[in-house]
């Protein structure tokens, strides 16, 4: 730590504001353009204000201040409302403010934190964190530093983002050509007349009465638990039967799976005569939208008999298995890509943990300093 960087409390180097917060219940709240924040940033608009100023807001509670997934400081300026699960602090400058928000976003705050279940920074251990406060000249250089710094990663974040979707999209289009298909070889079928459903064999087993074994226990999204026995020992595609995600669609509802295992009632159980037609299956249902099959909004549900109705294309097996081997190979190179994508992003996460620490210990603003 350079010796200019002086340490003291947080609060003594700005003024809590905590007291002036107000929390509106959900159901008391007027609609309006103004942001009401909470502990993770904006959870609303309304029709007035309490600050209308910069300032620093600082999670108070939540299990983001021990997993540290997204900031816990961030600065707000203009008409807002805040709620009492965020500290409000008040900078004599706006260099200091974004100094400080750097800072508390660089560092671990599990000593100052308590509570494990429901974690929760009060305004005295809030307060009492100690910061380094060097003078307003390197506090600006500092932040200029990290400003440039940040911009330049959350650029290249954003270039390997629309990388991901782009790659998404393009998985896609190609799905929807395969699939549009059509001539000598190819039919349109019920799915309950392609293949057999087992549903019936399903066995639902409460948490508190599951034995621990090595057998997967699925459910409507995935694996969710392992137990002892099994009811499958097989090449099955388990399709969703309920839960958001039939609607929302943020992961596939449809997934093979193999050899011994255990299904509860949230997934429906296909067994088909051939495993290209199970894959070609698979991947035709992961492609398109099924809401006119689901009933119910707030818990939705694709109940067997929907199930069986939806249409699917259904050609002669030499064709299904060109069709998935094609899907196949796009598929691994998809993944491939994605793969080293999302390892991009994790360094790039990593540099900016770096350049913090850097910033922190004196490290930039001495390496800026030398000949």
């Not at 500290?87 to 508390?104: A, D, M, W």
């Not at 039919?187 to 293949?195: A, H």
């Amino acid at each position: 730590m350079r010796e200019s960087l002086q340490l003291m409390p947080l609060g003594k180097v700005c003024k809590n504001l905590d007291s002036k917060r107000i929390p509106i219940t959900k159901n008391k709240r007027k609609k309006g353009e103004i942001p009401y924040y909470g502990a993770s940033g904006i959870v609303d608009f309304v029709d007035d204000y309490l600050f209308d100023e910069d300032l620093l807001l600082v999670s108070e509670d939540g299990a983001n201040l021990l997993a540290r997934t997204y900031p816990i400081a961030f600065s707000v300026k203009g008409k807002i409302w805040v709620n009492n699960h965020a500290h409000v602090l008040r900078f004599e400058n706006l260099i200091s403010q974004k100094f400080i928000e750097y800072y508390l976003n660089s560092i671990k705050l599990d000593n100052y934190v308590s509570g494990m279940a429901q974690p929760k920074l009060n305004q005295k251990a809030l307060n009492s964190i100690i910061v380094p406060f060097p003078p307003l000249p390197e506090q600006k250089q500092i932040v200029t530093l990290l400003d440039q710094a940040f911009a330049a990663i959350d650029q290249a974040k954003a270039n390997v983002e629309k990388n991901l979707q782009n790659a998404g999209e393009l998985f896609q289009s190609k799905l929807n050509e395969v699939f549009s298909g059509g001539g000598d070889g190819w039919e349109e079928r019920k799915l309950g007349e392609v293949c057999e459903n087992l549903d019936r064999m399903r066995i639902p087993i409460t948490k508190s009465k599951r034995v621990k074994g090595e057998t997967p226990y699925y459910g409507a999204s995935g694996i969710v638990d392992f137990v002892e026995g099994y009811i499958f020992d097989e090449d099955l595609l388990l399709v969703s039967e309920d839960g958001a995600n039939l609607l929302a669609r943020t992961y596939p509802i449809a997934f093979s799976i193999s050899g011994k295992n255990w299904v509860n009632n949230h997934a429906h159980v296909l067994r088909f005569n051939e495993m290209a037609s199970q894959k070609f299956i698979e991947y035709y249902l992961n492609t398109i939208k099924l809401d006119s099959y689901v009933s119910g909004m707030a818990q939705p549900k694709l109940n067997q008999k929907m199930l069986n109705s939806i249409p699917v294309p259904f050609p002669n097996l030499k064709i299904q298995k060109g069709v998935v081997s094609q899907i196949d190979l796009l598929s691994k190179n998809i993944k491939t890509f994605n793969s080293k994508n999302k390892t991009k992003l994790s360094s790039l996460e990593d540099l900016k943990k770096s350049i913090l620490q850097k910033a922190f210990s004196g490290e930039l603003v001495g390496q800026l300093s030398e000949p």
